[in-house]
């Protein structure tokens, strides 16, 4: 028998084995329970949870009017300057996020790296506020958040805005 063949045949064997020891195992009453079976109330209790395990976290918008006048909270415009000199959430700042590298030390500058950050942007199907709610994460913030729904959703509240 040449060499190709008797590694072929070893893999055969192998293969065999470990397929006839998956079965016995399973079947047997003291195998070993190689999977967790699917148990959907533990799935369901950990995503109804109201602990934010991941950051950052999204915010709903009436959590996001009770904490505003908070002076630990500050209010981060993602959209574009020109949008937010039209209108933006009172007492908010802008860092674009399209413009984050350019704008960075500025803000860095005037931010304390304490302050707990809520983010937004124009609507809900604006990803803006979550891609700069990462960026700024990273970049030492622990507290970040950004807004569920948005100025659009703010506006609609009748919460609190500057027009130019």
Not at 111 to 127: E, F, L, R, V
Request: aromatic fraction near 10%.
């Amino acid at each position: 028998m040449n060499k190709s063949g008797l590694v072929k045949e070893v893999f055969l064997i192998l293969f065999i084995s470990i397929c006839v020891s998956i079965i016995v195992n399973y079947f047997h009453p003291d195998g070993l329970k190689l999977t967790s079976p699917y148990k959907p109330e533990v799935i369901e209790k950990i995503t109804q949870s109201s602990e934010v395990s991941e950051w950052p976290a999204p915010l709903d918008i009436n959590k996001a009017a009770f904490l505003h006048d908070d002076p630990l909270y500050l209010f981060v415009d993602a959209r574009s300057e020109a949008d937010y000199r039209v209108c933006h959430i009172k007492d908010a700042v802008n860092l674009p996020e399209h413009h984050f590298e350019q704008c960075l030390d500025e803000f860095m500058n005037k931010t304390d790296i304490q302050k707990s950050i809520i983010t937004y942007c124009s609507s809900i199907d604006c990803p803006l506020a979550e891609h700069l709610a990462e960026k700024l994460f990273y970049m030492g913030f622990e507290k970040v958040y950004h807004l569920i729904g948005g100025l659009d959703t703010w506006q609609e509240k009748g919460l609190p805005v500057n027009l130019q």
